[in-house]
């Protein structure tokens, strides 16, 4: 039998129920145990119950908010490439501008992370260059002028 | 009471509140037109109103959230895709009528009914604040602790496809909030000795990760290159055609406006359920209920004007009892706790000019936006065409300074981008993300009353004649699917 995403989703949510309950168990104070302790039991028993529904289940893929929500029109189908290869790329570059900031603050890693995201995505040299600059002084000006917020400026420039 | 109302109004028209307005009314809009979505646009400006003074931030949030629904009726008619849910239903006649030459009219009345329903919802809400007020108070631990749970059942239930699904993300949320200090035991849970979740999950990253990030994900899994893909023309002389008709449909617009309304105050709920039961409503009292699906203007009327009518009984729940009154009032609660206003029954005891200066907020919003859509709806629909490789960026910028500001701390990078894949995955799998954040916000008052009500009333502390009326309403809301599944499985045998 094949087990759907879904229901690995759903399992790992049971074992992280499983060590919250066992977690709550050591707080040792029962206000503290009762809540987390209450909660983890009852997202188990949830939990099993849709496993259950999901593993008996035939229909393959999971209803979803937005099936039931908006019509046709609005969800546009992807063509060609994987789901998960899409969203991992899209993953990589938020996680690469995430270390970009760490590296090099918020402004000068927005500037190159606009120009590197656009240009990649086969803008040219002069919307790349150009949105990037504009947008990262737009940025600068609303935070850092305007608002005073104290935003990281990077390991590299002394944080 | 009146001295309250009176102040409340005075501080609408002071120049920064107004303007706030204003430039909430902008953003609105904008963000209805662009199909972005109330709670991903609450999310992102977040950041911006956080050291703004409670009633400049709190009018800008409530103006944004109140308006999206006029700039996403917009999209409804020209593109036939809904700006927000809550315009779904306006699509199934506004594009039909659209296709057959009729854009402006549909326009019209689609900005119509939504500007004067959600201004006709806001004396509504006003006049029930003397009767809401002592029985917010009369409220004890058992029985908030009864309406944080049947809020959550109502949003498990409304949100997601299968309500076990709902409620398991209901309680994830709330489990999520117990991460930290705990007072009362002088326990530390669930910190692993780290001192940065010592005060918890910090909101902002977790909004920001779970609704900005998640969509912008789901957008390039989609494959999207922009919003929209065609436009039509409109005429100007046809949009007062809209205005007209609904003047021609007096009452079916008030009826609307009333449904709106009543199901806005129904812990979160709002517009969603709002716009169909009203459009159900209009097609079952029209005198033409065949053409309805064709392009039928009653069938514009009634859920434009229910969704913009459920914004003030949302907003009039949320800040009576503390419980929000859908997702995006989920959103706007954490705005309020951002800035330091907690809402519940203190608020409305406490702090009533301003319940009032937010409730009048949605009036004047909803009045400039109307007017601002029906002059320039047409050149509007342009900002459906932003592409999606410059909106990746902005609102991935925007994600990481705001869950920053929050506790100046660079794991909240880390947190929001974390929220994001879970927010992606729960998407995917059919679980909500609004039940996770209204868990997530109202945990620690669902842990204080559940304490509190064992401590004073003990293990049947649920035995008070309110708490049990709100049990019979949760154990209806959970029977629901189920009686609707087994009737409808019922009705074609017997037919």
């Known amino acids: ?159 | 009471m009146m001295d309250a109302f009176l102040q409340g109004t005075a501080t609408i028209f002071q120049p920064m509140v107004f303007l706030s307005i204003l430039v909430g009314v902008a953003l609105g809009i904008s963000v209805g037109v662009t199909a972005i979505g109330g709670m991903v646009a609450c999310a992102l400006f977040l950041p911006f109103v956080y050291q703004l003074p409670p009633e400049l931030a709190l009018s800008f949030l409530v103006a944004l959230t109140s308006v999206v629904f006029t700039g996403g009726s917009i999209t409804s008619v020209l593109l036939g895709v809904p700006g927000t849910a809550p315009n779904a239903a306006t699509v199934i006649d506004g594009f039909p009528m659209a296709q057959k030459g009729e854009a402006g009219r549909a326009l019209g009345a689609a900005i119509g009914s939504s500007m004067f329903g959600g201004m006709a919802s806001v004396f509504f809400a006003i006049a029930m604040i003397p009767v809401l007020k002592p029985i917010v108070l009369s409220f004890r631990a058992p029985e908030m602790f009864m309406v944080i749970l049947l809020g959550l059942s109502f949003l498990a239930i409304m949100a997601a496809g299968s309500p076990v699904k709902g409620m398991i993300s209901g309680l994830l949320g709330v489990l999520l909030a117990l991460i930290g200090f705990q007072g009362v035991s002088g326990v530390y849970r669930f910190t692993y000795g780290s001192t940065f979740l010592s005060d918890g999950l910090d909101l902002n990253g977790v909004v920001l990760g779970i609704f900005a990030l998640t969509e912008m994900f789901d957008m390039i899994v989609k494959g999207k290159e922009t919003i929209s893909m065609e436009v039509r023309k409109v005429g100007f002389k046809s949009v007062f055609q809209g205005v007209k008709d609904i003047w021609i449909h007096k009452w079916l617009w008030l009826r609307c406006s009333v449904i709106g309304y009543v199901v806005g105050i129904i812990p979160a709920i709002g517009g969603n359920a709002a716009m169909f039961v009203a459009y159900g409503h209009a097609k079952q009292t029209s005198k033409r209920p065949e053409q309805f699906g064709k392009g039928c203007v009653e069938g514009v009327i009634g859920p434009e004007s229910a969704n913009n009518a459920s914004s003030a009984g949302d907003l009039l729940t949320t800040m009576a009892f503390g419980i929000p009154g859908s997702a995006v009032m989920a959103l706007l609660m954490g705005g309020f706790l951002l800035v330091g206003v907690t809402p519940g029954p203190v608020m409305i005891k406490d702090n009533l000019p301003l319940v009032f200066t937010l409730l009048i907020g949605i009036a004047v919003a909803n009045g400039i936006a109307g007017i601002i859509c029906l002059l320039i709806a047409p050149q509007l629909i342009k900002i459906s065409f932003i592409r999606i490789d410059y909106l990746f960026v902005v609102i991935s910028a925007v994600v990481f300074i705001g869950a920053f500001i929050g506790k100046l701390s660079l794991l909240d990078l880390v947190v929001a981008t974390v929220f994001g894949v879970l927010g992606y995955l729960m998407k995917r799998f059919g679980y909500s993300r609004e039940a996770l954040l209204l868990g997530l916000i109202l945990g620690e008052l669902f842990e204080f009353y559940l304490t509190r009500s064992l401590k004073i009333f003990g293990p049947t502390f649920f035995m008070t004649p309110t708490s049990l009326v709100i049990l019979f309403f949760i154990i209806v809301v959970f029977a629901y699917p189920w009686l609707k599944d087994a009737f409808s499985r019922r009705s074609p045998q017997g037919a």
């Not at chain 1, 593993?55 to 189908?77: F, N």
């Open chain 1, 1 to 159: 039998m094949k087990i759907k995403s879904s229901s690995v989703f759903l399992i790992f949510i049971l074992l992280v129920m499983v060590f919250t309950a066992r977690e709550a168990i050591r707080f040792g104070h029962s206000e503290a145990m009762l809540a987390p302790l209450l909660l983890s039991l009852a997202i188990l028993v949830l939990g099993a119950i849709e496993l259950t529904r999901e593993l008996r289940s035939k229909d393959k893929r999971p209803r979803t908010v937005e099936d039931e929500d908006l019509p046709p029109t609005v969800v546009a189908r992807a063509k060609g490439g994987s789901d998960m290869g899409r969203f991992a790329m899209a993953l990589g570059w938020i996680g690469g501008f995430a270390f970009g900031i760490y590296l090099l603050g918020f402004f000068l890693s927005t500037l190159f992370f606009a120009f590197l995201y656009l240009k990649v995505r086969g803008r040219g040299w002069l919307s790349s260059t150009g949105f990037a600059a504009g947008f990262t002084v737009l940025l600068y000006a609303i935070f850092q002028m305007g608002l005073r917020s104290q935003l990281y400026r990077g390991v590299l420039f002394g944080g």
